[in-house]
């Protein structure tokens, strides 16, 4: 590889680095605004429950950040690269596996979950919700890093590793899958599935012409859009009325997280093709 195409490969994992790591600093805003100072200051009302109320604040926080704690932990671990910025570029794409199998299951699993609550005492009902996908994500992360920190004698990034390709690729099919069946569907949400599965498209077409294999191009791809949908939603949990079943498609809120996830997306897409252009 040349010095040109090393500069060009560095700058392609600074800026999903970047971008990582500003989503995370994102999610603990939101959590620390939206969330833990509202719950905390319920405190004062004499009618709550405050060991339920501690338990609940609790598992939602560690089910909001562990998963990509951990993620990132054992993809930095897994690296045997001494470069420190593969180690963290390794660690926010095993992040971004982990929210879409933290989504994904938190999605299949809600019906068997709410059979499951009935036999079990509250607030144990509640951390068990919140823990399982927080549990899945581990072990399904780590399996996976084990594998690659055995196998990858050529310390090839995450990325270029078949095993997460397939995995990735594969969680954000069903992703579009399942998503309709949702009950909290609403026109916003619907227009974020339409529009992702069109970024995913188009930025597969804007690679055709590189020298990589499919799959890497779907990687690729993939990769674009998880940061571009990432964005749409950690920014949508500063807007709460985004959630409700009136929302519009096109509302100035909902045309705001379109605008900033699209931004996100060609920026990426614009590195990306530097990177691995001819």
Same mark, same amino acid.
């Given at each position: 590889?040349?010095? %040109? $195409?090393?500069?060009? !490969?560095?700058? @392609?994992?600074?800026? =999903? &680095?970047?971008?990582?790591?500003?989503?995370?600093?994102? +999610?603990?805003?939101?959590?620390?605004?939206?969330?833990?100072?509202?719950?905390?200051?319920?405190?004062?009302?004499?009618?709550?429950?405050?060991?339920?109320?501690?338990?609940?604040?609790?598992?939602?926080?560690?089910?909001?950040?562990?998963?990509?704690?951990?993620?990132?932990?054992?993809?930095?671990?897994?690296? %045997? $690269?001494?470069?420190? !910025?593969?180690? @963290?570029?390794?660690? =926010? &794409?095993?992040?971004?596996?982990?929210?879409?199998?933290? +989504?994904?299951?938190?999605?299949?699993?809600?019906?068997?979950?709410?059979?499951?609550?009935?036999?079990?005492?509250?607030?144990?009902?509640?951390?068990?919700?919140?823990?399982?996908?927080?549990?899945?994500?581990?072990?399904?992360?780590?399996?996976?890093?084990?594998?690659?920190?055995?196998?990858?004698?050529?310390?090839?990034?995450?990325?270029?590793?078949?095993?997460?390709?397939?995995?990735? &690729?594969?969680?954000?099919?069903?992703?579009?899958?399942? +998503?309709?069946?949702?009950?909290?569907?609403?026109?916003?949400?619907?227009?974020?599935?339409?529009?992702?599965?069109?970024?995913?498209?188009?930025?597969?077409?804007?690679?055709?012409?590189?020298?990589?294999?499919?799959?890497?191009?779907?990687?690729?791809?993939?990769?674009?859009?998880?940061?571009?949908?990432?964005?749409?939603?950690?920014?949508?949990?500063?807007?709460?009325?985004?959630?409700?079943?009136?929302?519009?498609?096109?509302?100035?809120?909902?045309?705001?997280?379109?605008?900033?996830?699209?931004?996100?997306?060609?920026?990426?897409?614009?590195?990306?093709?530097?990177?691995?252009?001819?």
């Amino acid at each position: 590889m040349t010095k %040109k $195409s090393t500069q060009q !490969r560095s700058a @392609h994992q600074h800026f =999903v &680095i970047t971008v990582g790591y500003t989503l995370f600093a994102c +999610i603990v805003l939101g959590l620390i605004t939206g969330t833990i100072i509202p719950i905390v200051q319920a405190f004062s009302n004499p009618h709550i429950r405050i060991m339920n109320v501690t338990v609940f604040l609790v598992s939602l926080v560690v089910s909001a950040l562990l998963p990509a704690l951990i993620a990132y932990g054992v993809g930095g671990a897994s690296t %045997k $690269s001494k470069n420190r !910025r593969l180690h @963290h570029y390794n660690g =926010v &794409i095993f992040g971004l596996l982990a929210f879409w199998i933290n +989504i994904l299951f938190g999605m299949l699993n809600a019906d068997f979950m709410n059979t499951f609550y009935v036999t079990l005492p509250t607030p144990v009902n509640t951390a068990v919700g919140f823990m399982a996908p927080v549990v899945v994500s581990a072990v399904a992360v780590g399996v996976l890093a084990y594998y690659y920190h055995r196998g990858n004698g050529k310390q090839v990034d995450l990325a270029e590793y078949r095993p997460f390709q397939l995995s990735l &690729i594969g969680l954000v099919v069903t992703f579009v899958m399942v +998503i309709p069946f949702q009950q909290f569907i609403n026109g916003y949400w619907s227009s974020v599935v339409i529009i992702e599965i069109g970024l995913l498209l188009i930025a597969y077409i804007c690679l055709m012409k590189m020298h990589l294999s499919v799959l890497q191009k779907l990687t690729l791809a993939a990769i674009g859009t998880t940061l571009a949908f990432i964005t749409q939603y950690v920014a949508s949990q500063f807007l709460p009325n985004i959630y409700g079943s009136a929302t519009e498609a096109w509302s100035i809120s909902a045309t705001t997280l379109f605008l900033a996830s699209f931004l996100v997306w060609a920026l990426y897409l614009y590195i990306t093709r530097l990177t691995y252009r001819k």
